[in-house]
């Protein structure tokens, strides 16, 4: 089976920078993905990881070490539309059906 | 830009009755997913379909659930005889390919079972 973990909540302040972080244990690894979803609405695709390391996208980075199996998303110059679920997802199996964590909900505050 | 869309948005029903909720994907891409989520949970996998076929599906795409892609554009989810339990969130996702490729979520359909 697949288990993935990561912080229910996270509060930080408007133009600072906030680490979201995800363990994962899985078998046939395909990659990592992140997703923002703000309520009601569909996960739209943020950053994606096969290798170990950092992707940089702008304002979001993700990081990935498939050896301890952790992953963080990493927001920078937090703005207040930033407040949403994140999403941590593992790509597995031959038809790279995405796990989800329970998501992250962050509150960015003034 | 182009995306994955849904209908109907919305749909209520009542319990023992059949449904059906309608994908298009993105037309260039070659792999459907089926995915839901119970409000206030994780979203969740149901099943993935390649080639006209499924490729994998989770314990909960039981016999009560079936897909099709019927004309080479749509990609629809039956549900044969609701539960109140199959309230929820439904979303289609495609991708053009496996590993790599970047799962695109429709907006989603919310089912209510009353």
């Known amino acids: 089976g697949q288990n993935i973990d990561q912080p229910t909540e996270m509060t930080a302040t408007e133009g600072a920078i906030v680490q979201i972080n995800c363990t994962y244990q899985?078998?046939?690894?395909?990659?990592l993905f992140w997703y923002q979803q703000h309520a009601g609405e569909a996960p739209t695709f943020l950053s994606y990881n096969v290798l170990d390391g950092l992707e940089e996208k702008g304002r979001f980075s993700s990081f990935l070490s498939r050896s301890k199996g952790y992953s963080y998303l990493l927001l920078k110059e937090l703005q207040m539309k930033d407040s949403a679920s994140y999403l941590c997802a593992v790509s597995a199996g031959t038809a790279s059906k995405l796990t989800f964590g329970t998501g992250t909900r962050l509150q960015v505050t003034l | 830009e182009p995306e994955v869309t849904q209908t109907p948005s919305h749909q209520v029903t009542q319990m023992g009755q059949e449904v059906i909720l309608r994908c298009v994907p993105i037309s260039n891409h070659l792999y459907f997913y089926w995915y839901r989520q119970i409000l206030g949970q994780k979203v969740e996998f149901l099943v993935s379909f390649y080639n006209n076929e499924i490729s994998e599906k989770s314990e909960i795409f039981d016999d009560q659930f079936s897909v099709e892609r019927p004309d080479g554009s749509n990609f629809t989810l039956k549900i044969r005889s609701t539960k109140l339990e199959d309230s929820a969130m439904y979303f289609c996702a495609s991708s053009w390919g496996l590993g790599r490729g970047e799962q695109f979520f429709g907006p989603g359909t919310r089912l209510t079972v009353l």
């Open positions: 899985t078998s046939g690894f395909n990659g």
